[in-house]
């Protein structure tokens, strides 16, 4: 219990964040027409290329000798790097058939 | 100094971010948040590079690494994603979230490197020395990066007809263990010999690829957008672990929010197909009940018809109704498809075009085929007002669609597809229907539309039947 209020306490920030982000999420895609589900699934899946930020932490606080540390920071940062540029453009096109035309 | 503008481009990466998803639920502003999305992160990203610093003040190095990984993968992201055709498009997305899901276990795997780096040699288990939340945020972004990265392989396989369904009794109970077996291998890492974790932490990380590709192969190919969808908020909460591991809050809040409205969407997918998302993953679509239905059906007769007659019937009807489904997007068939109904037009026929909302293999795949091809807007009519419609036209024209027209769907409670809401084609004067053999549509059932009376069947390939359709037309 101790541990559990101490956890609480020390990661209150972090912790108010993920709630209001969960409602967050729900809220905000909450009146979606059928049709933008692709897209929008498209969209969301470049923006958790976030996770290209840790990549290139990981890659750039990695020391010169420690190669499995590089190698595997890198693989890390060229997959990241395809989830964001790809999943982006790949939006793009996809947004791009729905522009009207007169 | 240095450290408030990066908090400064993380805070905006945030924001666009929601902006961006806020934008992405809106036909009219779906690109422009698109492109806000991506300019948030494009700063949040070269803040990173540029700005960030750690704990004990050094800025980052390596910098010949990360901008040869940045470089490559924009070069092969951005060929591929501008190369690859409008139908497979979805299975473009499986992969890129794969990809993302196996940064995110990378992350993990080298974050746990240096945890056992620090501490094989001093320490009897990490649970002395290493704090459990640490532990548990780096094993949790391996676990589910590991699922979403291998899901996501097997879902790309499937949709590009590489993988085969595959189920088999007890499947999900191995499926239960294969998890269980995961989550006790990871827990157990933490309280064992520091010196062999990294061999525990191997297994674990390859037994959540197991699991991966255990929970996505018996799920049907026509359910793969879900999945998709899935995983694709799987990976969101393997960035935001990441987030908490570098206490980053662009991470936390990108990862979590897209993990949300990732598992709203999944939701809202299976919702339009009238299933519950249960359904779908332990349903396995298409296997012993469909069987069942075939073997019913099987003596059914139907009628072929010709091109010749088929230009008639639609050339003289009055209001002509178009059904596209899969058959289309494969043939690629859309801009002859817009020449016939402006052809029709001409000739003074009404002609719209009917939506199921999960036509095709993704939700909107017909909305934006059509689009491509210059069908305007108002000319798509949607499930409910197609269903209005149907009753006063004289012809329906179905182009490889199949489980959206199913009656079977209304009628038959065995049905794998029962209670999903189909297009009621059956209340038209006539159905012609364009297929390429009598092979039955993705759920693998038989459908019992095309034996009904007033069915036709007009065999081929979309493109090349609709190219003779127009010039039958143009000739009359």
Redesign the interface.
């Given at each position: 219990m101790q541990n559990f209020l101490q956890?609480i306490t020390e990661?209150q920030q972090?912790i108010y964040?993920?709630i209001l982000?969960?409602?967050?999420?729900?809220e905000?895609?909450?009146?979606?027409?059928?049709?933008?589900?692709?897209?929008?699934?498209?969209?969301?899946?470049?923006?958790?290329?976030?996770?290209?930020?840790?990549?290139?932490?990981?890659?750039?606080?990695?020391n010169?000798d420690?190669y499995?540390?590089?190698i595997?920071?890198?693989?890390?940062?060229?997959?990241?790097?395809?989830?964001?540029?790809?999943?982006?453009?790949?939006?793009?096109?996809?947004?791009?058939?729905?522009?009207?035309?007169k | 100094m240095q450290l408030d503008i990066l908090t400064v481009c993380y805070l905006i990466?945030s924001v666009t971010?929601?902006l961006?998803?806020?934008m992405?639920?809106?036909?009219a502003t779906?690109?422009k948040?698109?492109?806000i999305?991506?300019g948030g992160?494009g700063i949040?990203?070269f803040g990173?590079?540029f700005l960030?610093q750690?704990d004990n003040g050094k800025?980052?190095?390596?910098?010949v690494?990360?901008f040869?990984?940045?470089i490559?993968?924009?070069i092969?992201?951005?060929l591929?994603?501008?190369k690859?055709k409008?139908t497979s498009?979805?299975e473009?997305?499986s992969?890129?979230?794969g990809?993302?899901g196996?940064?995110?276990a990378?992350?993990s795997?080298?974050?746990f490197?240096?945890v056992y780096?620090e501490f094989r040699l001093d320490t009897n288990s990490f649970a002395d020395s290493v704090p459990f939340?640490h532990y548990f945020t780096i094993s949790a972004g391996a676990i589910i990066g590991g699922i979403s990265f291998a899901g996501s392989i097997i879902a790309w396989g499937k949709l590009n007809g590489r993988i085969k369904d595959f189920s088999f009794n007890g499947q999900h109970i191995l499926n239960l263990l294969v998890l269980g077996f995961v989550l006790s291998i990871a827990g157990f890492t933490y309280w064992s010999h520091a010196s062999i974790t990294n061999i525990w932490f191997l297994i674990t990380l390859l037994s959540a690829f197991v699991y991966g590709v255990l929970f996505v192969l018996p799920i049907g190919g026509a359910d793969m957008?879900v999945v998709?969808?899935l995983l694709?908020?799987f990976?969101?909460i393997?960035?935001?672990f990441?987030?908490?591991?570098?206490?980053?809050?662009?991470?936390?809040?990108?990862?979590?929010?897209?993990?949300?409205?990732?598992?709203?969407?999944t939701m809202?997918?299976c919702k339009?197909m009238n299933r519950s998302l249960m359904n779908v993953l332990i349903g396995s679509f298409g296997t012993k009940n469909a069987k069942a239905t075939v073997g019913k059906q099987q003596g059914g007769n139907y009628k072929e018809i010709t091109i010749n007659d088929t230009a008639t019937c639609m050339a003289y009807a009055n209001k002509v109704m178009i059904v596209p489904g899969y058959g289309l997007a494969v043939a690629q068939a859309q801009h002859v498809c817009h020449e016939l109904e402006k052809i029709l037009d001409e000739k003074g026929v009404q002609v719209s075009y009917a939506i199921h909302?999960v036509a095709g293999r993704?939700?909107?795949?017909m909305?934006?085929?059509l689009?491509?091809a210059?069908v305007s807007?108002d000319k798509l009519l949607e499930m409910e007002q197609a269903n209005d419609e149907f009753k006063t036209t004289d012809v329906v024209l179905i182009l490889g669609a199949n489980d959206v027209v199913n009656p079977a769907a209304k009628s038959d409670a065995a049905s794998p597809i029962y209670g999903m809401p189909i297009l009621e084609v059956e209340l038209a004067k006539s159905v012609i229907v364009n297929k390429r053999s009598m092979k039955p549509g993705y759920a693998g059932i038989e459908n019992d539309l095309f034996f009904q009376p007033k069915t036709s069947m007009l065999f081929g390939d979309a493109k090349k039947v609709l190219q003779q359709l127009v010039s039958e037309i143009k000739n009359l």
């Open positions: 956890f990661n972090m964040v993920v982000m969960i409602f967050l999420g729900i905000v895609i909450g009146r979606v027409p059928s049709v933008l589900h692709t897209p929008l699934m498209s969209g969301a899946n470049a923006i958790h290329g976030v996770v290209i930020i840790g990549a290139i932490i990981v890659m750039g606080k990695s010169d420690n499995l540390a590089l595997l920071g890198f693989l890390s940062v060229v997959l990241g790097t395809l989830n964001v540029v790809g999943g982006f453009v790949v939006t793009d096109r996809m947004l791009e058939m729905f522009k009207k035309k | 990466g971010f929601i961006g998803l806020k992405l639920s809106n036909p779906a690109r948040g698109n492109l999305a991506a992160m949040a990203i990173t590079i960030y750690t800025g980052l190095h390596n910098y690494w990360i040869s990984g940045l490559i993968g924009s092969i992201g951005t591929a994603a501008k690859v409008m498009m979805p473009m997305v992969l890129f979230n990809m993302g196996a940064c995110a990378l992350i795997a080298v974050e490197d240096h780096r939340v957008p998709i969808s694709n908020s990976t969101g393997a960035a935001a990441g987030g908490f591991l570098y206490n980053n809050k662009v991470m936390l809040t990108g990862g979590i929010l897209v993990g949300a409205a990732g598992t709203l969407l809202l997918m339009a909302p993704m939700p909107g795949h909305n934006v085929l689009a491509e210059d807007y």
